[in-house]
């Protein structure tokens, strides 16, 4: 009973001791416990009087709480800077909040903060170098990256006027678009370009050819080792030395008995051209086929090209047939029926 007794008196003196206790609010944003004068606790027990001079010699902390702006810069504008639920403001508005409240709810300065600069510098400084890079460049392509006709275009500006085959369609070298509509079958151009490119392919990475001094190649070409190099000089080197000068043409009529005249004809150089590579696809189609694939083909062809390069393809035998046939006829041009024939059309 003694001690129920004294554990009720305790309970009441210790809620009468927290009611006499008030929480105030500092000007500086902190708070502090402080006895009211006119409450005071009733007389207790010993326990009770031990835990309130316990709790009265206990020094309370004043925290000073930072300003929201000044949090806000130093951690960087961050766009989230509440760590919960944000406090409700009362209906009145921000007059009647606490002093420390209300200047934490102003709006942050608006101050740049330290990494926002560092980021308009490394931008700034990114850009300066992919201009010097692109200046790089052009110099690597031979331009002068200050010259105003060449500023801001890569290959510069085309000299006027226009040369009259400066078109789309005489974009590639003269003669991989004439082999190129060689190889064509069909109307398909897109076939034969692939030939195309497999064949320059094969070109460049096969083995050097061994020059023939029987047969050389044309006057003022690259030596044989250099050609992989190059495979479209390869490929104009190739036809170039096995074209025909002439062509042999039959006019009727020109001699008696029904017998026809033979003559020989200049040819032009796409002329020349066409008729070479002629014979190289007339040598590759009697060719028996390796196997089946898209890639049969154009490997058939960059086999005749370097047979041609190294002297062991029958179409030297057919040029060689040609030139003597020239020879052979060439007195036939000062036939008299001829002549006025050919005087005519003029």
């Given at each position: 009973m003694l001690a129920s007794s004294r554990h009720k008196s305790a309970k009441n003196g210790n809620r009468d001791l927290l009611e006499a206790l008030k929480l105030s609010i500092d000007q500086n944003g902190g708070f502090s416990l402080h006895r009211t004068r006119d409450a005071m606790p009733p007389p207790a027990g010993l326990r009770t009087a031990v835990r309130a001079l316990a709790i009265r010699s206990r020094p309370l902390v004043q925290c000073q709480r930072q300003p929201r702006g000044v949090a806000i810069v130093s951690r960087g504008f961050a766009e989230d800077t509440t760590t919960g639920v944000p406090p409700r403001l009362p209906e009145k508005g921000a007059d009647s909040l606490p002093p420390s409240m209300a200047r934490s709810s102003q709006p942050p300065s608006s101050s740049p903060s330290p990494q926002t600069a560092e980021g308009a510098v490394a931008s700034s400084s990114s850009s300066r170098n992919e201009e010097a890079l692109k200046q790089l460049e052009m110099v690597a392509y031979g331009l002068n990256p200050y010259d105003p006709q060449v500023e801001g275009h890569k290959y510069g500006l085309p000299d006027l006027p226009l040369h009259s085959q400066a078109h789309m369609k005489h974009r590639y070298h003269p003669v991989v678009a004439q082999v190129t509509n060689l190889l064509m079958r069909d109307g398909k151009l897109s076939k034969a370009q692939r030939h195309m490119s497999m064949i320059l392919n094969f070109l460049r990475t096969w083995p050097p050819p061994k020059a023939n001094p029987?047969?050389?190649?044309?006057?003022?070409?690259p030596p044989p080792s250099h050609l992989p190099l190059d495979p479209v000089v390869y490929l104009t080197v190739a036809i170039d030395s096995v074209a025909p000068l002439i062509r042999i043409r039959s006019y009727r009529g020109m001699i008696g008995g029904g017998a026809s005249l033979e003559v020989p004809m200049p040819l032009a150089a796409r002329?020349?051209?066409?008729?070479?590579?002629?014979?190289?696809?007339?040598?590759?189609?009697?060719?028996?086929?390796?196997?089946?694939?898209?890639?049969?083909?154009?490997?058939?062809?960059?086999?005749?090209?370097?047979?041609?390069?190294?002297?062991?393809?029958?179409?030297?035998?057919?040029?060689?047939?040609?030139?003597?046939?020239?020879?052979?006829?060439?007195?036939?041009?000062?036939?008299?029926?001829?002549?006025?024939?050919?005087?005519?059309?003029r």
């Open positions: 029987a047969r050389p190649l044309l006057p003022g070409s002329q020349r051209r066409r008729v070479a590579f002629q014979w190289i696809l007339d040598v590759v189609n009697k060719k028996k086929s390796k196997g089946s694939g898209r890639t049969t083909f154009a490997h058939r062809v960059a086999e005749e090209i370097v047979a041609v390069v190294e002297g062991r393809s029958s179409v030297w035998d057919k040029r060689q047939q040609v030139h003597k046939q020239g020879t052979t006829a060439r007195a036939n041009l000062n036939n008299p029926q001829l002549v006025r024939k050919l005087a005519g059309k």
